[in-house]
T-cell receptor, first 118, second 114 residues
Framework: AQKITQTQPGMFVQEKEAVTLDCTYD???????LFWYKQPSSGEMIFLIY??????QNATEGRYSLNFQKARKSANLVISASQLGDSAMYFCAMREGSYGGSQGNLIFGKGTKLSVKP | DTAVSQTPKYLVTQMGNDKSIKCEQN?????MYWYKQDSKKFLKIMFSYNNKELIINETVPNRFSPKSPDKAHLNLHINSLELGDSAVYFCASSQDSGWYSGYTFGSGTRLTVV
């Protein structure tokens, strides 16, 4: 079963509007971290935002915020005031608290390709 | 100063060859990783390594082997390259193995096997 599900393969948003990228996750651990990364066409992986499972407040970093709904196991990324430079692939990822073997490593969703229209 | 650096950025080679990709981090992190990103952009863990333990994803062919001369370096050696090995390979590091610890990625190496 997929640990991280991103149901939107591609999305379009008008410049200056807000956009929400969906992410749901599956874990039985109480301790886990949720991460969002951006991959522009140049290929590098850029860390955007982090949410810990025990954090009561939603994480925010500039124009990025994470809508964390623990009971629903969702961690959606909200980008406010979209800019042309936001056009990229966006990956949701999770690290679980039980490490050893393959657990504890960062596991990625399949990504959402965001295109910002002028 | 680049935090996680990989070389080369591009690598084109023939089937059957042996090649290496180098990775260095100057962040003082304890744990390093190799990921493979396929043509559909899916990122999959290949190895994780700290100075105590190498953990290998069981789906990785044994033609792939990580080599770590010290804590700041984790190189990837690939023997008998196959067409299906064509992908982008990312090196990454994290401060430790904790679930709260994010990764810093290198800029990737695009490997093309012809």
């Amino acid at each position: 079963a997929q640990k991280i599900t991103q149901t939107q393969p591609g999305m379009f948003v008008q410049e200056k509007e807000a956009v929400t990228l969906d992410c749901t996750y599956d874990t039985s651990d109480q301790s886990y971290g949720l991460f969002w990364y951006k991959q522009p066409s140049s290929g590098e992986m850029i860390f955007l935002i982090y949410q810990g499972s025990y954090d009561e407040q939603n994480a925010t970093e500039g124009r990025y915020s994470l809508n964390f709904q623990k009971a629903r196991k969702s961690a959606n990324l909200v980008i406010s005031a979209s800019q042309l430079g936001d056009s990229a692939m966006y990956f949701c990822a999770m690290r679980e608290g039980s490490y050893g073997g393959s657990q504890g490593n960062l596991i990625f969703g399949k990504g959402t390709k965001l295109s910002v229209k002028p | 100063d680049t935090a996680v650096s990989q070389t080369p950025k591009y690598l084109v080679t023939q089937m059957g060859n042996d090649k290496s990709i180098k990775c260095e981090q100057n962040l003082g992190h304890d744990t390093m990783y190799w990921y493979k990103q396929d043509s559909k952009k899916f990122l999959k863990i290949m190895f994780s390594y700290n100075n105590k333990e190498l953990i290998i994803n069981e789906t990785v062919p044994n033609r792939f082997s990580p080599k770590s001369p010290d804590k700041a370096h984790l190189n990837l050696h690939i023997n008998s390259l196959e067409l299906g090995d064509s992908a982008v390979y990312f090196c990454a590091s994290s401060q430790d193995s904790g679930w709260y610890s994010g990764y810093t990625f290198g800029s990737g190496t695009r490997l093309t096997v012809v």
